[in-house]
């Protein structure tokens, strides 16, 4: 999978919100270390959490599965516009059929699992899929037959509250493994500036290692 961070807010912009609660404005140092301490303490430790809703990520989440897809999408407070598989499915009727062991041919359009049985599944359904777009049948329809391990990309917003949630939930060892996998990569995506912020919620990920 591929993660980009687009755009994200100062760390100013969250730590002058807090300020605005005591007008200390004169205090702050312009996103140095006494306004990331500033937001630590009141946005981590005081548990005063909405003050980090001004800080947003916007990420490009590139060649994810279906599955993870489906899991990113329970994260309702996030935003998401995914490659829309109803206008792109024709991608597949420019390909010839794939070799049932052209794993790496095949991983343009599905993510591998590293088991032989379920690869081999995912490159028969995606055979499948193909020569029933070239009969004729409407994306529409043939979208019914896609294998979840078919690939999904897809832009992704979320404000810093919300992605210490989902860094909590899918770096834990009891998520998806894709979706683990993703947990980490957005963290490390992250400006280094900002990532103190969401350490105590990635820390089990590290811990794995
Ligand atoms: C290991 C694991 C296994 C899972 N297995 C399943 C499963 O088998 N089946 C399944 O359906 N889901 C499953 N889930 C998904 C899970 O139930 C959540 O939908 C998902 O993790 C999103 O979490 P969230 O609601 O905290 O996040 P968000 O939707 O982003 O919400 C963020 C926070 O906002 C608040 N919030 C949001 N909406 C409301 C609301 N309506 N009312 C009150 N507070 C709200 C809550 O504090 C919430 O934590 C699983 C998740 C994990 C991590």
Redesign the pocket.
């Known amino acids: 999978m591929n993660i980009e961070l687009l755009h994200h807010t100062p760390l100013t912009i969250c730590s002058n919100a807090i300020r605005t609660c005591w007008q200390s404005f004169d205090n702050s140092d312009n996103g140095g270390e006494k306004d990331k301490a500033l937001i630590d303490r009141v946005g981590n430790k005081f548990k005063h959490s909405s003050t980090l809703e001004h800080l947003n990520y916007n990420f490009y989440i590139k060649d994810i599965s279906r599955a993870l897809l489906q ?1 990113l999408a ?5 935003s998401l516009s995914v490659k829309s598989t109803r206008y792109t499915l024709k991608e597949l009727k420019e390909i010839e059929p794939f070799k049932e062991d052209d794993f790496e041919g095949a991983s343009k359009f599905i993510v591998l699992t590293n088991n032989e049985l379920v690869d081999r599944a995912s490159i028969k359904a995606l055979n499948n899929l193909r020569d029933i777009l070239k009969s004729g049948v409407s994306n529409d329809k043939a979208k019914y037959c896609l294998p979840e391990s078919y690939k999904s990309e897809l832009t992704w917003s979320i404000n810093a509250r ?1 992605l210490q ?2 860094l909590s ?2 770096s ?1 060892k ?3 493994w894709e979706i683990r996998e993703l947990a980490y990569k957005i963290y490390e995506a992250l400006p280094e500036e900002h990532q103190y912020i969401f350490k105590y919620q990635i820390k089990n990920i590290k811990n794995q290692k």
């Open positions: 899991e329970r994260h309702r407070i996030a919300s949630n989902f939930l899918r834990d009891s998520a998806l």
